[in-house]
């Protein structure tokens, strides 16, 4: 058999035409694997996005959390306050029926009542007006009307600390419009608010809430009869 080869082509041999294959096989795989390092650096990517934003989300949460709880001591604590001031209200009604159960009001500290003296203020009760914090000096602490109750057990509320309360005799009640007079405007009853020598007295009460950072202090006047 006769092999004829054209002049200027020379002849392709086998090992040739594998390597040149295999060549264009790398060619083709190549560029899919720099495709698949491409997508594992997005996938890093996408997965540091979503870690930052759950770790906000997380924050976010705990900050809500911690709102919610100081809203609640806040809440504790005024009706904690409020309660202490009806209380002492009760305390001075009550004892305006009885005889020889009257409050003895003077300057000495603990008492029960206090005489105000605008030129010669009692220490101790100007300090529990208005100092920040927690403040025991000459208050009363208020346990219910039977004074059985804590207010720091789990039952009743666990607030921090029991409330504390003041009350002041601020003088007579007179007539509005005459010089140097008192006027309490509530109505507080017929027998109370007629008598022949009511007094105005003003209560101060201090609270907490579940946690001993949050207190409140709030005042009213009352008026009632002196036995």
């Not at 495709?35 to 934003?53: P, Y």
């Amino acid at each position: 058999m006769n092999t004829f080869i054209e002049a200027g082509m020379p002849e392709e041999k086998p090992m040739e035409r594998v390597s040149l294959l295999s060549s264009q096989r790398l060619r083709r795989l190549s560029p899919v694997r720099t495709q698949r390092g491409a997508v594992m650096i997005v996938a890093l990517i996408f997965l540091l996005l979503l870690t930052i934003l759950a770790v906000s989300a997380s924050g976010n949460s705990l900050l809500q959390e911690r709102m919610s709880g100081g809203l609640r001591n806040a809440q504790q604590a005024q009706m904690s306050a409020e309660t202490a001031l009806r209380g002492a209200e009760w305390k001075l009604w009550s004892s305006s029926y009885s005889a020889g159960s009257h409050l003895q009001c003077g300057a000495t500290v603990p008492s029960e009542c206090y005489t105000f003296d605008a030129d010669n203020p009692i220490g101790a009760v100007v300090k529990f007006r208005t100092q920040a914090g927690w403040v025991t000096e000459g208050a009363t602490t208020y346990k219910g009307s039977g004074s059985e109750m804590d207010y720091t057990s789990l039952a009743n509320g666990k607030l921090a600390k029991n409330p504390l309360y003041i009350i002041e005799d601020m003088g007579a009640e007179l007539p509005p419009g005459v010089s140097g007079g008192l006027h309490e405007s509530g109505s507080t009853g017929s027998d109370g608010a007629t008598s022949t020598a009511p007094h105005i007295y003003r209560i101060t009460a201090r609270a907490s809430g579940g946690s001993a950072n949050t207190v409140r202090v709030l005042e009213t006047t009352f008026s009632a009869k002196l036995n």
